[in-house]
Antibody, heavy 122, light 107 residues
């Protein structure tokens, strides 16, 4: 079964750091582009970051550029999101999502994880 | 940045009715428009990709159309289980963006 499982969320103070993980199974992880998408409580979806299937290119929304870093460990089939200098408005459920193809830019996201909640508050 | 504007924000519908949701892009995105369904406390689910391509396992009552800047998601003969929020998403250019969502509730 194709599956994504996020972990690493929690409560952190403003200015703090957190690393999210997304463990993939059931597909060839290195063959697909992956993204992080977040959803603030009661709000819509916001794309945060992407990682090309080649492993060469990473992409970020302006709202997180310079603070978040996406990476991948293909030996562990895991995608990461290192989040530094966290702000109150980073509070959201963070989903990892798999692209339907391997090229970049991605097209549609056909598999989503269950999400992990990040709360930034003092 | 390509802004996607969905309408309506909320649609209250009786079962078996037809539902039409529109998504307008702020610039030409060709066919690079995808639709998702999100039920409360669940992850989004892909319904339609590239404006009109069906997805395996998605009921045939869901269909999409459009190109350029104007797109439509249609739900024929709404069922109670279709109560959810629907989002459009463009992959034509970075940053990837989503519409604000359309909540479909059952009367």
């Amino acid at each position: 079964e194709v599956q994504l499982l996020e972990s690493g969320g929690g409560l952190v103070q403003p200015g703090g750091s957190l690393r999210l993980s997304c463990a993939a199974s059931g597909f060839t992880f290195s063959s697909f582009a992956m993204s992080w998408v977040r959803q603030a409580p009661g709000k819509g979806l916001e794309w945060v970051s992407g990682f090309s299937s080649s492993g060469i290119s990473t992409y970020y929304a302006d709202s997180v550029k310079g603070r978040f870093t996406v990476s991948r460990d293909s030996s562990k089939n895991t995608l990461y999101l290192q989040m530094n200098s966290l702000r109150v408005d980073d509070t959201a459920v963070y989903y990892c999502a798999k692209d339907t193809i391997g090229a970049w830019p991605p097209d549609a996201f056909d598999i989503w994880g269950q999400g992990t909640m990040v709360t930034v508050s003092s | 940045e390509t802004v996607l504007t969905q309408s309506p924000d909320l649609q209250s519908v009786t079962p078996k009715e037809k539902v039409t949701i529109t998504c307008r892009a702020s610039q030409n995105i060709g066919y690079s428009l995808h639709w998702y369904q999100q039920k409360p406390d669940q992850s989004p689910k892909l319904l339609i990709k590239y404006a009109s391509q069906s997805i395996s396992g998605v009921p045939s009552r869901f269909s999409g159309s459009g190109s350029g800047t104007d797109f439509t998601l249609t739900i024929n003969s709404l069922e109670a289980e279709d109560a959810a929020t629907y989002y459009c998403h463009q992959s034509n250019s970075l940053p990837l963006t989503f519409g604000g969502g359309t909540k479909v509730e059952i009367k």
